[in-house]
């Protein structure tokens, strides 16, 4: 049984089978060295018996040097034979895999039920169609790691979006770290064998990989202030109130041409951390119901509740450097305040300051070829939503340009792509789902059927890719984990607050965020990321106060008194389960793992405040914001799904058999 997500785990033999179901051919490429080893043996056996025959000649006989010889000839004319045949297999093979974040089971059964669907229908009538389990915790850089390289996160060693340092308790973002992969990602093994491989926005592929073929980063490319995205809000409202605003307020008058700014990346001047700015005029023309905004020589107008299309622009950081970037602008409001959403500054893909894709110039060719398009690894803005910049019109809008571009880039380049293994990638099944969950319960409102519309647009992806297929082509579709509503947060740094296992400075109640007020001399257990607390570990953490020792004892009473948790607004338990590391096989050695993984049951998660250890007022509280699903909850409440072209006989796939999977098909 895997412990990850109560399945049985694909063993090496389903494996095999697979790869058999998918590709009969494949079965002899895994044979192929028998013939090899064979000739090898035999002839080094024939000349063993050329030599020695006389100190032999007792032994054996003249004949049996001669079957010796006869059977090394046949071995080389199969190999020969066979290599010839297995060659023709692979060079002329495509693998195509698309992956679609967060496409969940339930609702494309809905979608399937409803016959809204007809292409996923196609693929799952002629082919295979199945749940996928998802990693511990289920979180798309983990599970995508685990995609990548066919392993479990105790083998590549990426375990949420938030990792912590145990030296200086400073926490990071895990995608600044794929570049030191613990487990061998696909392409390695692939450029290996001179298979060609097309990489479109993978996530953890910032930066851009070296190999035999072509990259273009995913989740986790910075924007060009080199944050996973800050919006910047112009606006004549006042919001010095607004403590908690994630992104850039620039407040101006209210007059019907403004002289103001938008703030570009920050840069050492000196001893001094400078802010570069860009001039921009704005001019309101209430007639056309339009602002008319002027950025370097451009004039860009845009009609009230409408977007600008892309917008290059450069700041000027030194004489020698410059960062060039694109955005867009959203008119929120025209009248009778002036309110401008600027998007978060993308990398420019035709100039980028660092490399976005490999080889680099790939990023630009996309661009002069197609068109500009969101180089940022999480281009959907839901912040704008959550905080009300956007209404649902306007993120959807957002949404379908993104998804335009990128599928244009998809398919054009899919139908470019000779042989080899083709992986393209959409994140709005996902972004859509964390936003519009909470319209599911509401059969009145008009984005009801929002999800259902977007996997109706995944679906005509499907149907374009299926019209771009040759004959032996092989689909693989799959997702990295389902959908769940999300109704509570809990914060798990204020439980083992009021539990005594963590203490704060003096005599607070809350601590800020960064673990800021936390009395590290008295804390044992402390919470990071959406499912992870760790322990002050003495010899691993600085100011640990915890004995290797007394670790067990320590796992099993916070683990039983956190499973008997109670929701005090629903009254039922709010824990599923409690993993230890070496339930997940994490080695002792491993020191970024958590030492308890938190598998949550369906409708609570870690509060954003706990993920970035705050401690707060309560423990369990309501979920307020427009971020209404997610997936940040025991692996077994949210599985993925797989489809494939052809069929499969397996059972309960996981995320790390698809990797071992394709490359078996080469
Ligand atoms: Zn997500």
Known sequence: MCVICQLPLTHEAERIIIVKYLDPGSGQAIQSAVPTLLAFISAVLASMLFFFRRFFQFFFKKKVVLICLLIAFLAIIVFVFQKKQTGEVVTNKRVIVLAFDGLDPILLNEGLKKKILPNFQKVKDKGFYSELATTMPPQSPVAWASFTTGEAPAKH????????????????????????????????????????????????????????????????????????????????????????????????????????????????????????????????????????????????????????DWTPLTFDIDFFTKAHGILKLYVKELSPDIEVYVSPININPEKPLHPISHPNSYAKDISKEYGFYSTLGLPHDTWALNQEIFDEDAFLAQSESIVKDREKIYLAELAKFEKGLFFGYFGMTDSISHMFFRFLKDKDSKYNNTILDTYKKADEIVGQTLNLMKKDDILIILSDHGFKSFDYEINLNTWLLSNGYLVLKGDKSEGKELLEDVDWSKTEAYAIGYNGIYFNLKDRESKGIVQEVERKSLEKEISVKLLALKNPYSNTTVIKKIYAREQLNIPKTDKNAPDLFIGFYQGTRSSWDSAVGAVTKDVVSKRESKWSGDHLFDPSEVPGVLLVSKKVDIKNPGITDIMPTILGLF
Not at 175 to 201: G, V
Not at 237 to 249: A, H, V
Request: hydrophobic share 30%; net charge positive.
């Open 157 to 308: 060693g990426i375990y949420d979006f938030i990792t912590r340092d145990p030296k200086t308790y400073q926490l990071n973002l895990t995608f600044s770290e794929n570049s030191q992969w613990k487990a061998t990602p696909f392409w390695e093994i692939l450029s290996k064998h001179n298979i060609p491989t097309t990489i479109l926005f993978l996530p953890n592929t910032y930066p851009p990989a070296n190999l035999e073929g072509k990259m273009l980063s995913g989740m986790g490319v910075p924007d060009l202030l080199g944050t996973l995205g800050t919006l910047t809000l112009i606006s004549t409202k006042d919001y010095s109130n607004e403590k908690n605003f994630r992104g850039k307020i620039i407040s101006i008058p209210n007059n019907d041409t403004i002289d103001t700014h938008i703030e570009g990346p920050k840069y050492k001047s000196l001893k001094e951390t400078k802010t570069s700015t860009l001039p921009i005029q704005i001019k309101r023309n209430t007639k056309e119901n339009a602002l008319t905004m002027q950025i370097q020589d451009q004039s860009v107008t845009v009609g009230n509740k409408k977007f600008s």
